[in-house]
C-alpha cells in the first residue's frame, strides 16, 4: 500500500437490510453478514496501518427500529464481544464503545465492559464501536460534563471530554450503501475529515474496496483551509 495513510477511518456500515432484501432474506441475515464483513474489514483496515478505525454500528436514532430487529442485533454485539475480544487482544487491539451505555441492555453492556476491560492495554490500534451513539448527543453530554466539573470550555477541553476523548480527528470518513449524509456520526471529530461514499452494501463492500478509498484519500489535496 502506498501513498498517504489516514491515523484515524470511520465508516457508516449501511446497507445491511437492503443487502438481504435483494436476497429476499430476512434484515437479520444482512446484520450477520455485515459482522463476518466487519471482523475481516477491520482486520484489514489495521493491517494497511490505520491506527484508529471507528465504525458506527447503531445510532441512537436506530433504537427506534422494530424489537425483533433490534434484539438480532444485540444478540450480535454479545456474540462479538464474547468471541472476539480475545483475538483482538492477541492482535494488540484496544476496543472501545462509543455512545449512551443507557441505551444499550445490560447483558450486552456488561460483555461490552469486559470486552473493554481485556482488549485495555492493545497498543497496536484502537477499534470503536459506536453503539446507541449520536454526534449531538455526545457533544450535548461533553457540554455538560464539562459544566459539572467546572472546567472552561477549550477546544482541548472539549474534545478530551467526547467519547472519542484521546483520539485523533477523523482523517477518513467512508460510508457504504449509496446514502449520502452523515446521519449524526462523529459531528465534531469530522470536521475536516475527507468524505467518500460507496454505492456497495456494507456487506459486499470488500478489503479491495477499502483500498481503492485509500487511494483516494491518497489523491486528495487536505489544505485545512489554508492555501
Ligand atoms: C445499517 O444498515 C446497519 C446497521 C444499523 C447495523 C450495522 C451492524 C453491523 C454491521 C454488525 C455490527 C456488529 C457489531 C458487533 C458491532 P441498515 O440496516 O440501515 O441497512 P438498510 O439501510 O439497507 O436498511
Redesign the pocket.
Known sequence: MSGKIPRHVAVI???????AKKRLLP?AA??RA??TR?IGLSDHIFACGVEYCT?F??SAE?LARPKEELDA?FA??CE?FSEYAEPLKEKGIRLKTLGDPALVPENVRKLMREAEEKTRLGERGTLS?A?GYGGRQDIVRACGLLAQKGEPVTAENFAAALSTGGMPAVDLLIRT?KEKRLSNFLLYEAAYAELYFSDL??PDFSDEAFDSALAEFARRDRRFGKL
Not at 456500515?13 to 443487502?19: F, H, I, S, V
Open positions: 456500515m449501511d446497507g445491511n437490510g437492503r443487502w434484515r444482512g446484520h455485515g459482522l466487519m465504525l454500528a447503531l436506530n442485533l450480535l454485539f462479538y464501536l453503539i450503501g452494501y456494507f
